[in-house]
T-cell receptor
């Protein structure tokens, strides 16, 4: 069973950087059919894919966020990170980390989500 | 990538069947058999119920089925039960290593 747990500051000021961490357990790091991603959901709205990190270390990001976002992985800690720079109120959302699967690009395990609010 | 189009709401009585559509383009839904569906209860994370257009993960009741025709994918819930009342989201691989979601459909069991 793969478990994912998001953590990070719940309140971020406008123009600052939102930094979230996702601790992963139960997944084999050598599994090549999996990758890791971040997905967000503003209150009362739909899901938005933010980006992914492949086992090779390559990343892909939503085009509208590409200039502000970085996803990385600390394999020694089994922690996936999200950094979103220059945030505005529009970035207020529940942020989920999830495991993606190749040959389908579906998300079979999700964290419980963490609400990040951008406000002064 | 533009979001996939889903009806905002759907409803049915217990025991009935309900179908939720998910319309994309020839660059995503119409091009790849990589359509997935997720169920989300209020305050909870989404859970995978369909992947690869019509495959069910272990533990998902066979009342849930998926299909695709052209640029439109569909989720059918047969034998509707009260516990099926939730939000449902479709997603598709969009090429260029990205994924696009639908806007979500709120399913109400009457």
């Amino acid at each position: 069973q793969v478990l994912l747990q998001e953590s990070g500051p719940r309140l971020v000021k406008p123009s600052e950087t939102l930094s979230l961490t996702c601790t992963v357990s139960g997944a084999y790091s050598s599994e090549t059919t999996q990758y890791w991603c971040w997905i967000r959901q503003p209150a009362g709205k739909g899901l938005e894919w933010i980006g992914r990190l492949d086992p090779s270390g390559s990343t892909s990001y939503l085009s509208s966020l590409k200039s502000r976002v970085t996803i990385s992985l600390d394999t020694s800690k089994n922690q996936l990170s999200l950094n979103l720079r220059s945030v505005t109120a529009a970035d207020t959302a529940i942020y989920y980390c999830a495991r993606g699967r190749r040959n389908g690009d579906y998300f079979d395990f999700w964290g419980q989500g963490t609400l990040a609010t951008v406000s002064s | 990538q533009s979001a996939l189009t889903q009806p905002p709401s759907a409803s049915g009585s217990p025991g009935q069947s309900v179908t939720i559509s998910c319309t994309g383009t020839s660059s995503d839904v119409g091009h790849y058999d990589y359509v997935s569906w997720y169920q989300q209860y209020p305050g909870k994370a989404p859970t995978l119920i369909i992947y690869g257009v019509n495959k069910r993960p272990s533990g998902v009741p066979d009342r849930f089925s998926g299909s695709k025709s052209g640029n439109t994918a569909s989720l059918t819930v047969s034998g509707l039960q009260a516990e099926d009342e939730a939000d449902y989201y479709c997603s598709s691989y969009g090429g260029n290593q990205d994924v696009v979601f639908g806007g979500g459909t709120k399913l109400t069991v009457l």
